[in-house]
């Protein structure tokens, strides 16, 4: 069974925004390094690091059905904030903003007839919850934290033991 156009289109978009989404936590990383907050820093590296890995999967879907990779530009991210707890916020409103985007393309694969995609983005919407999840911890953890240095270093320290993406 080919891939419908609409969702072929659509997962391509998908990729583009799994690509920019690497690329966003990626100038975290070195806002958050710039401030020499290295723990932070590891960890919006690994989450890019993730975020590629989940446009590559989406790719290596594309290919083993036998549509077209169309790869995108990558936009020009945001490259400074305020405050980390600001930093945290644009993430999680940014995961957010990808979980509606792969229930959009789940709902489409469903009104194209395609179950085999909708299988497929299954595990993309449960590490959605994950990913909303985690970044409004941190964003909550922030707030508690407020303007306390040694609650920020605490958590940097937090943040940076990390592994793996």
Do not use: C
């Not at 723990?39 to 790719?59: D, I, N, T, V, Y």
């Not at 644009?90 to 509606?100: D, F, L, T, W, Y």
């Amino acid at each position: 069974m080919k891939l419908s156009t609409a969702v072929q289109k659509a997962m391509n978009d998908q990729i583009g925004k799994e690509f920019n989404a690497a690329h966003f936590y990626l100038a975290m990383s070195v806002w958050f390094a710039q401030q020499n907050l290295d723990g932070f820093a590891k960890w919006m590296r690994l989450q890019s690091q993730e975020e590629s890995s989940h446009a590559l999967k989406l790719m290596d879907y594309l290919l083993d059905r036998g549509a077209e990779v169309s790869l995108q530009a990558v936009e020009r991210p945001k490259t400074t904030w305020k405050t980390p707890l600001a930093a945290f916020k644009a993430a999680a409103k940014h995961e957010a903003e990808v979980s509606a985007s792969i229930l959009s393309l789940y709902e489409l694969a469903g009104q194209s007839g395609d179950p085999t995609t909708q299988v497929m983005l299954q595990w993309f919407l449960t590490e959605q919850v994950e990913e909303e999840k985690s970044s409004e911890a941190i964003v909550e953890r922030l707030r508690l934290v407020g303007e306390s240095p040694p609650g920020l270093l605490m958590l940097d320290r937090q943040l940076g033991e990390r592994s793996g993406a």
